[in-house]
């Protein structure tokens, strides 16, 4: 197992466009989290799924926002109507078992919205 | 409201010297804490832990300490070697009944040969 990955690493959009990010998490990790991190700031988290429930959304995580996981496997984020404030880095993260244990991240997708 | 702070931004160290990165808490509820290290272009990697029944827990160069009074725990780095070089954040549970972290801003050490 390669560990957490995130596809694409790096997209450029322009303001208004759709976007999605897909996340593969480590195979028997049955929890997996989106976080975005801005310059200066540690991750935010944004939603989190147990298997294929999204359990939690964080108020960050506006309308336009739309996460699932499919079959409790890969996952995928994504963002209607970008706007420049969105322009992040959006980091996945899976773990195994009980809540809170220790959490593996992916290389993230940088996003610019231009 | 930044329920875990990390005041430092940045920290300079002489390569072989102790690295002492500080975090405070605000929730006197957090029961565990982690600690993160990042490269730049790379996710955050997990580092060490601690439970709040513990005051240290060592794992080779790295020691996290912790002070519930305080609420202050610290994550010392001995020897410190030019591969520390990162941004370390410390994070812990987001709450009773919530899953996933609360990160600190992190502190960007920085390891001077």
């Known amino acids: 197992d390669t560990g957490v990955s995130q596809d694409p690493r790096h997209k450029i959009t322009k303001r208004g466009q759709n976007v999605t990010f897909r996340c593969d998490p480590i195979?028997?990790?049955?929890?997996l989290y989106w976080y975005r991190q801005t310059l200066g700031q540690g991750p935010e988290f944004l939603t989190y799924?147990?298997?294929?429930?999204?359990?939690?959304k964080s108020r960050l995580l506006s309308d336009r926002f739309s996460a699932e996981r499919p079959k409790g496997s890969f996952s995928t984020l994504e963002i209607q109507r970008t706007e420049q404030g969105d322009s992040a880095m959006y980091l996945c993260a899976s773990s195994f078992g009980i809540e809170n244990t220790e959490a593996f991240f992916g290389q993230g997708t940088r996003l610019t919205v231009v | 409201d930044q329920q875990v702070k990390q005041n430092s931004p940045s920290l300079s160290v002489q390569e072989g010297r102790i690295s002492i990165l500080n975090c405070d808490y605000t929730?006197?509820?957090?029961?565990?804490f982690l600690w993160y290290k990042k490269y730049p272009a790379e996710g955050p990697t997990f580092l060490i832990s601690?439970?709040?029944?513990?005051d240290k827990n060592e794992d080779g160069r790295f020691t996290v300490f912790l002070n519930k009074s305080a609420k202050h725990l610290s994550l010392h780095i001995v020897p410190s070697q030019p591969g520390d070089s990162a941004v370390y954040f410390c994070?812990?549970?987001?709450?009773?009944?919530?899953?996933?972290?609360?990160f600190g801003k992190g502190t960007h050490l920085i390891i001077q040969p």
């Open positions: 799924f147990q298997n294929e429930a999204q359990l939690e």
């Open positions: 929730n006197s509820m957090f029961d565990y």
């Open positions: 195979s028997e990790h049955n929890r």
């Open positions: 994070a812990a549970p987001r709450g009773a009944g919530a899953d996933g972290l609360t």
């Open positions: 601690i439970s709040s029944i513990k």
